[in-house]
Protein backbone atom coordinates (compact mmCIF):
# COMPACT_ATOMS: atom_id res chain seq x y z
CA UNK A 1 0.00 0.00 0.00
CA UNK A 2 1.37 3.61 -0.63
CA UNK A 3 2.17 6.13 2.24
CA UNK A 4 -0.70 8.27 3.54
CA UNK A 5 -2.21 10.52 2.02
CA UNK A 6 -3.20 14.37 3.44
CA UNK A 7 -6.66 14.83 3.20
CA UNK A 8 -6.70 18.25 2.88
CA UNK A 9 -6.27 19.77 -1.04
CA UNK A 10 -3.48 21.75 -1.79
CA UNK A 11 -4.52 23.78 -4.57
CA UNK A 12 -7.79 26.55 -5.35
CA UNK A 13 -10.46 26.73 -3.15
CA UNK A 14 -11.12 23.02 -3.20
CA UNK A 15 -13.25 22.19 0.00
CA UNK A 16 -11.37 19.64 2.91
CA UNK A 17 -12.42 16.10 2.12
CA UNK A 18 -13.61 13.24 4.35
CA UNK A 19 -14.71 9.79 3.59
CA UNK A 20 -17.74 9.06 5.11
CA UNK A 21 -19.01 5.47 5.90
CA UNK A 22 -22.83 4.69 6.29
CA UNK A 23 -25.51 2.84 5.51
CA UNK A 24 -27.56 0.46 7.71
CA UNK A 25 -27.15 -1.20 11.18
CA UNK A 26 -24.70 -4.78 11.37
CA UNK A 27 -22.98 -3.84 8.43
CA UNK A 28 -19.42 -3.58 9.57
CA UNK A 29 -18.72 0.18 9.63
CA UNK A 30 -16.94 0.48 12.81
CA UNK A 31 -14.35 -2.05 12.29
CA UNK A 32 -14.51 -1.08 8.38
CA UNK A 33 -13.59 2.69 9.68
CA UNK A 34 -10.81 1.87 12.00
CA UNK A 35 -8.96 -0.03 8.87
CA UNK A 36 -9.28 2.62 6.59
CA UNK A 37 -8.33 5.01 9.86
CA UNK A 38 -5.05 2.80 10.42
CA UNK A 39 -4.37 2.49 6.62
CA UNK A 40 -4.85 6.33 5.60
CA UNK A 41 -3.49 7.93 9.22
CA UNK A 42 -7.16 8.91 10.17
CA UNK A 43 -9.37 9.36 12.86
CA UNK A 44 -12.82 8.65 13.19
CA UNK A 45 -16.01 10.88 14.22
CA UNK A 46 -18.94 9.12 15.09
CA UNK A 47 -22.30 9.80 13.19
CA UNK A 48 -24.42 7.70 15.62
CA UNK A 49 -27.56 9.70 17.70
CA UNK A 50 -27.18 7.19 20.38
CA UNK A 51 -23.71 6.59 21.06
CA UNK A 52 -22.38 10.54 21.49
CA UNK A 53 -24.47 9.72 25.45
CA UNK A 54 -22.13 8.39 27.94
CA UNK A 55 -22.95 5.03 29.71
CA UNK A 56 -24.82 3.85 26.66
CA UNK A 57 -22.84 1.49 25.44
CA UNK A 58 -23.99 -1.92 25.31
CA UNK A 59 -27.49 -0.71 23.51
CA UNK A 60 -25.64 1.26 21.09
CA UNK A 61 -23.13 -1.24 19.67
CA UNK A 62 -20.83 1.77 20.91
CA UNK A 63 -17.17 0.63 19.28
CA UNK A 64 -15.86 -1.17 21.61
CA UNK A 65 -12.44 -0.82 23.60
CA UNK A 66 -9.93 -2.80 21.07
CA UNK A 67 -11.60 -0.70 18.55
CA UNK A 68 -11.15 2.85 20.36
CA UNK A 69 -7.57 1.82 20.88
CA UNK A 70 -6.57 1.48 17.58
CA UNK A 71 -7.42 4.89 16.36
CA UNK A 72 -8.44 7.93 18.47
CA UNK A 73 -12.59 8.91 17.76
CA UNK A 74 -14.44 11.45 18.53
CA UNK A 75 -18.07 12.09 19.46
CA UNK A 76 -18.44 9.06 21.37
CA UNK A 77 -20.29 9.23 24.99
CA UNK A 78 -19.46 12.77 24.87
CA UNK A 79 -22.71 14.20 26.77
CA UNK A 80 -24.85 12.89 29.46
CA UNK A 81 -27.67 10.82 28.85
CA UNK A 82 -30.42 12.88 30.27
CA UNK A 83 -28.56 15.72 28.08
CA UNK A 84 -30.59 16.84 24.71
CA UNK A 85 -28.32 16.37 21.64
CA UNK A 86 -29.68 17.43 18.41
CA UNK A 87 -28.20 17.50 14.84
CA UNK A 88 -27.42 21.24 14.69
CA UNK A 89 -25.51 19.92 18.48
CA UNK A 90 -23.57 17.04 16.15
CA UNK A 91 -22.91 19.41 13.40
CA UNK A 92 -21.12 22.02 15.16
CA UNK A 93 -19.13 19.34 17.19
CA UNK A 94 -18.50 16.73 14.38
CA UNK A 95 -17.30 19.79 12.71
CA UNK A 96 -14.93 21.18 15.14
CA UNK A 97 -13.70 17.72 15.39
CA UNK A 98 -13.12 17.75 11.76
CA UNK A 99 -10.97 20.86 11.80
CA UNK A 100 -8.94 19.86 14.03
CA UNK A 101 -7.81 16.46 12.37
CA UNK A 102 -7.61 17.96 9.28
CA UNK A 103 -5.19 20.62 11.22
CA UNK A 104 -2.97 17.34 12.52
CA UNK A 105 -2.88 16.41 8.80
CA UNK A 106 -4.88 13.46 9.00
CA UNK A 107 -8.04 11.93 7.21
CA UNK A 108 -11.43 12.67 8.72
CA UNK A 109 -13.42 9.50 8.34
CA UNK A 110 -17.24 10.29 9.56
CA UNK A 111 -18.80 6.57 10.68
CA UNK A 112 -22.52 5.83 11.94
CA UNK A 113 -26.17 4.99 10.50
CA UNK A 114 -27.73 8.30 11.49
CA UNK A 115 -28.74 9.69 8.19
CA UNK A 116 -29.56 13.42 9.47
CA UNK A 117 -26.46 13.84 11.25
CA UNK A 118 -24.38 13.38 7.89
CA UNK A 119 -26.77 15.43 5.99
CA UNK A 120 -26.54 18.17 8.89
CA UNK A 121 -22.23 17.82 8.88
CA UNK A 122 -22.36 17.92 4.74
CA UNK A 123 -24.98 20.73 4.00
CA UNK A 124 -26.71 22.40 7.26
CA UNK A 125 -30.25 22.05 8.45
CA UNK A 126 -33.15 24.04 7.23
CA UNK A 127 -33.79 27.20 8.66
CA UNK A 128 -36.87 25.99 10.99
CA UNK A 129 -38.62 28.02 13.61
CA UNK A 130 -37.25 28.05 16.96
CA UNK A 131 -39.33 25.74 19.09
CA UNK A 132 -42.52 26.61 21.10
CA UNK A 133 -42.86 25.15 24.67
CA UNK A 134 -46.30 25.89 24.80
CA UNK A 135 -47.80 24.37 21.41
CA UNK A 136 -45.92 22.03 22.11
CA UNK A 137 -47.16 21.09 25.48
CA UNK A 138 -50.49 21.35 23.51
CA UNK A 139 -49.85 18.44 21.18
CA UNK A 140 -48.12 16.49 23.58
CA UNK A 141 -51.39 16.69 25.54
CA UNK A 142 -53.04 15.42 22.94
CA UNK A 143 -50.95 12.98 21.93
CA UNK A 144 -51.65 11.71 25.64
CA UNK A 145 -55.47 12.11 25.11
CA UNK A 146 -56.10 10.64 21.86
CA UNK A 147 -52.84 8.85 20.84
CA UNK A 148 -49.97 9.54 18.38
CA UNK A 149 -52.08 8.37 15.80
CA UNK A 150 -54.74 11.38 16.20
CA UNK A 151 -51.17 13.50 15.90
CA UNK A 152 -50.26 11.64 12.62
CA UNK A 153 -53.71 12.33 11.04
CA UNK A 154 -53.38 16.28 11.50
CA UNK A 155 -49.86 15.53 9.83
CA UNK A 156 -51.32 13.58 7.02
CA UNK A 157 -53.84 16.23 6.28
CA UNK A 158 -51.54 19.10 6.43
CA UNK A 159 -48.24 17.89 5.04
CA UNK A 160 -48.75 14.20 3.93
CA UNK A 161 -45.17 14.18 2.45
CA UNK A 162 -43.90 14.31 5.96
CA UNK A 163 -46.34 12.17 7.25
CA UNK A 164 -45.51 9.21 4.78
CA UNK A 165 -41.86 9.17 5.75
CA UNK A 166 -42.24 9.58 9.19
CA UNK A 167 -42.61 6.10 11.74
CA UNK A 168 -46.40 5.81 13.08
CA UNK A 169 -45.30 5.76 16.61
CA UNK A 170 -42.24 8.45 16.24
CA UNK A 171 -44.21 10.63 18.57
CA UNK A 172 -40.91 13.39 18.82
CA UNK A 173 -40.56 13.92 15.33
CA UNK A 174 -44.43 14.05 14.28
CA UNK A 175 -45.34 16.65 17.10
CA UNK A 176 -41.86 18.82 15.85
CA UNK A 177 -43.57 18.51 12.26
CA UNK A 178 -46.72 19.63 13.21
CA UNK A 179 -45.45 22.42 15.51
CA UNK A 180 -43.20 23.91 12.75
CA UNK A 181 -46.28 23.70 10.41
CA UNK A 182 -48.24 25.86 12.87
CA UNK A 183 -45.43 28.13 13.42
CA UNK A 184 -44.51 28.75 9.96
CA UNK A 185 -47.83 28.24 8.14
CA UNK A 186 -45.87 25.83 5.71
CA UNK A 187 -45.69 22.04 5.41
CA UNK A 188 -41.99 20.87 7.18
CA UNK A 189 -41.73 19.34 3.71
CA UNK A 190 -41.79 22.13 1.92
CA UNK A 191 -39.20 23.76 4.05
CA UNK A 192 -36.74 21.12 3.50
CA UNK A 193 -37.48 21.12 -0.31
CA UNK A 194 -36.82 24.55 -0.26
CA UNK A 195 -33.43 24.45 1.49
CA UNK A 196 -32.08 21.41 -0.46
CA UNK A 197 -29.14 20.50 1.61
CA UNK A 198 -27.31 21.97 -1.75
CA UNK A 199 -24.45 23.52 -0.17
CA UNK A 200 -22.12 21.21 1.18
CA UNK A 201 -18.69 22.44 3.32
CA UNK A 202 -17.14 19.68 2.45
CA UNK A 203 -15.80 17.54 -0.65
CA UNK A 204 -17.51 13.99 0.57
CA UNK A 205 -17.01 10.71 -0.20
CA UNK A 206 -19.88 8.32 0.56
CA UNK A 207 -18.99 4.73 1.41
CA UNK A 208 -22.17 2.79 1.86
CA UNK A 209 -22.14 -0.40 3.44
CA UNK A 210 -25.30 -2.98 2.85
CA UNK A 211 -26.16 -6.29 1.55
CA UNK A 212 -28.80 -8.82 0.89
CA UNK A 213 -31.74 -8.06 3.16
CA UNK A 214 -32.27 -11.02 4.92
CA UNK A 215 -28.73 -11.39 5.19
CA UNK A 216 -29.56 -8.22 7.47
CA UNK A 217 -31.92 -9.32 9.51
CA UNK A 218 -29.83 -12.31 10.26
CA UNK A 219 -27.39 -10.05 11.95
CA UNK A 220 -29.61 -7.76 13.44
CA UNK A 221 -30.60 -11.14 15.58
CA UNK A 222 -27.10 -12.10 16.07
CA UNK A 223 -27.00 -8.52 17.24
CA UNK A 224 -29.47 -8.12 19.82
CA UNK A 225 -28.04 -11.93 21.78
CA UNK A 226 -24.98 -10.40 21.96
CA UNK A 227 -26.40 -7.38 23.30
CA UNK A 228 -28.21 -8.90 25.75
CA UNK A 229 -25.56 -11.55 26.48
CA UNK A 230 -23.15 -8.74 26.95
CA UNK A 231 -24.94 -7.01 29.98
CA UNK A 232 -27.93 -4.98 28.01
CA UNK A 233 -30.32 -5.55 31.29
CA UNK A 234 -27.63 -4.49 33.66
CA UNK A 235 -26.68 -1.62 31.80
CA UNK A 236 -30.23 -0.38 31.41
CA UNK A 237 -31.09 -0.73 35.19
CA UNK A 238 -27.80 1.00 36.16
CA UNK A 239 -28.86 4.20 34.07
CA UNK A 240 -32.63 3.98 36.21
CA UNK A 241 -30.77 3.84 39.30
CA UNK A 242 -28.70 6.71 38.44
CA UNK A 243 -31.88 8.66 38.41
CA UNK A 244 -32.36 8.73 34.53
CA UNK A 245 -35.99 9.08 33.91
CA UNK A 246 -37.56 6.25 31.14
CA UNK A 247 -39.61 8.72 29.34
CA UNK A 248 -35.87 10.48 28.14
CA UNK A 249 -35.32 10.61 25.17
CA UNK A 250 -31.98 8.37 24.73
CA UNK A 251 -34.34 5.98 26.74
CA UNK A 252 -36.63 5.67 24.28
CA UNK A 253 -34.27 4.43 21.76
CA UNK A 254 -34.71 0.97 20.80
CA UNK A 255 -33.15 -1.67 22.84
CA UNK A 256 -33.69 0.78 25.95
CA UNK A 257 -37.22 1.47 26.07
CA UNK A 258 -38.09 -2.60 25.89
CA UNK A 259 -35.73 -3.14 28.18
CA UNK A 260 -37.35 -0.60 30.54
CA UNK A 261 -40.26 -2.41 29.78
CA UNK A 262 -39.05 -5.65 31.46
CA UNK A 263 -37.52 -3.97 34.77
CA UNK A 264 -41.15 -2.67 35.43
CA UNK A 265 -42.69 -6.24 35.16
CA UNK A 266 -44.67 -5.28 32.15
CA UNK A 267 -42.97 -7.87 29.93
CA UNK A 268 -40.76 -10.51 30.08
CA UNK A 269 -37.31 -10.94 28.84
CA UNK A 270 -38.14 -13.06 26.30
CA UNK A 271 -41.11 -10.71 25.06
CA UNK A 272 -38.34 -7.65 25.57
CA UNK A 273 -36.16 -9.56 23.09
CA UNK A 274 -38.44 -10.26 20.42
CA UNK A 275 -39.56 -6.54 20.26
CA UNK A 276 -35.55 -5.24 20.16
CA UNK A 277 -35.44 -7.70 16.90
CA UNK A 278 -38.46 -6.71 15.55
CA UNK A 279 -38.04 -2.77 16.42
CA UNK A 280 -34.67 -3.12 14.92
CA UNK A 281 -35.53 -4.57 11.68
CA UNK A 282 -37.93 -1.83 11.29
CA UNK A 283 -35.52 0.67 12.18
CA UNK A 284 -32.97 -0.92 9.39
CA UNK A 285 -36.05 -0.36 6.79
CA UNK A 286 -36.01 3.02 7.00
CA UNK A 287 -32.36 3.17 7.20
CA UNK A 288 -32.27 1.64 3.83
CA UNK A 289 -34.49 3.88 2.32
CA UNK A 290 -33.15 7.04 3.77
CA UNK A 291 -29.50 6.34 2.38
CA UNK A 292 -30.83 4.54 -0.82
CA UNK A 293 -32.23 7.87 -1.72
CA UNK A 294 -28.44 9.48 -2.05
CA UNK A 295 -27.34 8.57 -5.75
CA UNK A 296 -23.75 10.02 -4.63
CA UNK A 297 -23.38 7.10 -2.36
CA UNK A 298 -20.88 4.16 -3.49
CA UNK A 299 -22.28 0.93 -2.46
CA UNK A 300 -20.15 -2.26 -0.95
CA UNK A 301 -20.11 -5.02 0.83
CA UNK A 302 -17.74 -5.63 3.98
CA UNK A 303 -15.35 -7.32 3.96
CA UNK A 304 -15.94 -9.33 0.62
CA UNK A 305 -14.95 -5.61 -1.08
CA UNK A 306 -12.23 -4.28 1.63
CA UNK A 307 -9.81 -3.93 -1.57
CA UNK A 308 -12.25 -2.16 -3.61
CA UNK A 309 -13.01 0.20 -1.01
CA UNK A 310 -9.21 0.57 0.09
CA UNK A 311 -9.14 1.61 -4.19
CA UNK A 312 -11.61 4.34 -3.95
CA UNK A 313 -10.71 5.90 -0.81
CA UNK A 314 -6.88 6.00 -1.99
CA UNK A 315 -8.12 7.43 -5.34
CA UNK A 316 -10.42 9.93 -3.71
CA UNK A 317 -7.47 11.52 -1.06
CA UNK A 318 -4.68 11.03 -3.49
CA UNK A 319 -3.13 14.37 -3.48
CA UNK A 320 -3.52 16.31 -6.96
CA UNK A 321 -1.22 15.84 -9.70
Known amino acids: ?80 PDTPFTAADFAREAGQAIDGILRRGRAPFVVGGTGLYIRALIGGLIDAPAGDDDLRRELGAWAEREGVQALLRELERVDPVTAARLHP ?46 ELYRRVEERVERMLAAGLVDEVRGLLEQGLSRETKSMRAIGYKEICRHLDGSISLEEARELIKRDTRRYLKRQLT ?9 WFEYPENFASICSCVEEFLAPPS
Request: aromatic share 6%; charged share 20%.
Open 1 to 80: MTSPHSPVPSHGLSLPRLVIIQGPTATGKSELAVRLAERFNGEIVGADSLQVYRGMVIGSAAPGPELLKRVPHHLIGIVG
Open 169 to 214: NDRLRIIRALEICRIAGTPFSLLTSDHGFRDSRFDALKVGLSRDRN
Open 290 to 298: WFFRDSATK
